[in-house]
């Protein structure tokens, strides 16, 4: 399923359109007659979310932005409406619209197109019946009116696609996506893309001796992955690489400490992480952003195999710390952990993880903020929380005093996997920091990442959470780096 998006100059009469506008005013390049035009205005002046006309050839609706909103609000209120308008759109069957505003900022038009290609996204794969393939029609051309900035549409397509990307794969189910297949889905993606994906198997990760990597997977049937993922373009602006790690945790069964059905039933997406920093990779190389960024991907399930590892055991990470297993369930920080030391190899400026890490971020947060907490330089905290609200994934920090760190000891190891039920997202998030000597950002998209229900154009399952908040971040980052 793709879209295709393009600029237009130019709308012809006949054209399907819709058409954002600030005021009560019908904008001159709009045709209609002259009662459409009066029904229209009506409609606007009562403040109806969206005015539709049918004009038997087209048909043309009408959005109106609130433009007594901060910037970023209008803008997310548009892609909300986008998404409410989505069924009367579709049943109109248009093979292509166009989208246009009148006295507002450019951005608005593709603050629609956003919300309402996020919105239709459905997965369909598994769907026999062709009635029920149907439903995934859509406009296959969205036109933007007036864009000036081509870069702006590439820009908007590769996020769209990623987005669409993302949730694929975490809306596969665990028994086709297990590690190795997941792995080969992120070198097809490498392949589109154009960045390199080297793929360690499990041989590898024994020599590697990445203990906690290793430990999770002891009660799996399929084997680990670890992918390494790489964006080095030419003409980079900077030395040292950013590094994102992503869990990509197949399955969480919890392990020997076991989760019970309604906390089990949506662990195939405990792996949106690593898919996110693989649809991240994507937009980076699709639109050459000329920032030099490393992925890392440690993957596996978490299940409680005859040879699982057990609550008690002491296991040696790759960095060599021994770590006390205190609870099964706290698997998302053991492979974390292996790949953020081992990011330390490439020397990097900035380590980000995302990471559907714990309930207690979601317990925190619920669906409203990503949880952020970490070590590295407020700037990039700032400029994170711009670009949070950019998008409308609004980041919400969280103290990362060592405080915390004191609810990690352990009388027989190095550290422990669990702090505790208090603060856990914060223990989990200092477990992670003990494990590099780098700058580092986690963003914990368990409340975010995860969905029961469809928020407007966050689709229910995976709604790709993180993906547009790092990708817009990072390219944020590297035009500031340019500058310098
Ligand atoms: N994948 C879960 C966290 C999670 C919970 C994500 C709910 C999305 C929705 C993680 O591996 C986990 O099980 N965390 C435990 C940690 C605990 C055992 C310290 C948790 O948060 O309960
Ligand atoms: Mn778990
Ligand atoms: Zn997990």
Not at 14 to 26: F, H, P, T, Y
Not at 63 to 92: D, G, Y
Not at 241 to 251: A, D, E, R, T
Request: with cysteine; proline share 4%; aromatic share 8%.
């Amino acid at each position: 399923m793709k879209i295709q998006i393009r600029a237009v100059s130019q709308i012809s009469p006949d054209q399907s359109v819709i058409c954002i506008v600030g005021k009560d005013e019908i904008p001159s390049h709009i045709v209609l007659n002259r009662s459409e035009k009066e029904y229209a205005l009506r409609r606007l002046s009562e403040n109806d979310e969206y005015v539709f006309v049918n004009s038997y050839y087209k048909c043309t609706y009408f959005v109106k932005a609130n433009t007594e909103l901060p910037h970023f609000m209008m803008l997310e209120e548009i892609r909300k409406r986008a998404s409410s308008m989505k069924q009367l759109i579709r049943a109109n069957n248009h093979t292509e619209i166009v989208i246009t505003s009148e006295g507002l900022s450019e951005d608005v038009s593709e603050a629609f197109a956003e919300g309402f290609i996020l919105s239709i996204y459905s997965f369909r794969k598994y769907k026999t019946k062709e009635e029920e393939k149907e439903k995934g029609r859509y406009p296959q051309k969205i036109l933007l009116h007036n864009i000036k900035n081509k870069d702006k549409v590439l820009w908007l397509s590769a996020l769209c696609e990623a987005v669409y990307m993302v949730r694929d794969l975490i809306n596969e189910p665990p028994n086709f996506l297990n590690a190795p297949a997941l792995a080969r889905e992120i070198k097809k993606i490498g392949n589109s893309a154009g960045f390199t994906v080297e793929v360690l198997n499990k041989g590898k990760i024994e020599a590697l001796k990445m203990g906690g990597l290793l430990a999770v997977n002891r009660g799996s049937i399929d084997p680990p992955v670890f992918c390494i993922l790489e964006w080095e373009p030419e003409g980079k602006v900077n030395n040292r690489p950013l590094v994102l790690v992503g869990k990509g945790v197949i399955y969480d069964t919890g392990g020997l400490n076991i989760k019970t059905g309604e906390n089990m039933s949506q662990m195939k997406a405990d792996m949106a992480g690593a898919a996110t920093v693989a649809g991240i990779m994507y937009v980076m190389a699709k639109c050459n952003i000329p920032l030099h960024v490393i992925g890392l991907v440690p993957a596996t399930d978490n299940r409680p195999g005859g040879n699982a590892y057990l609550q008690g055991d002491i296991i040696t990470m790759f960095n060599g710390t021994t770590v006390e297993i205190g609870n099964t369930d706290a698997e998302g920080r053991l492979i974390l952990a292996d790949a953020l030391s081992y990011a330390g190899k490439y020397k990097p400026e900035l380590i980000i993880d995302i990471a559907t890490l714990t309930g207690s971020a979601a317990m925190t947060f619920g669906n409203k903020a990503i949880a952020v907490m970490g070590n590295a330089d407020e700037k990039y905290f700032k400029l994170l929380e711009e670009a949070g609200n950019m998008v409308y994934e609004r980041v919400a920090r969280l103290p990362f005093w060592d405080d915390y760190k004191e609810m990690l000891k352990s009388d027989v190891a190095d550290i422990k996997n669990v702090g505790g039920r208090e603060a856990g997202a914060i223990t989990a998030g200092k477990f992670l920091e003990s494990f590099t000597e780098y700058p580092l950002i986690h963003l914990d998209i368990a409340g975010t990442g995860i969905l029961k229900k469809d928020d407007y154009y966050r689709i229910k399952e995976g709604p790709g959470s993180g993906l547009r908040l790092l990708a817009v971040f990072l390219k944020w980052l590297a035009s500031e780096m340019e500058k310098r």
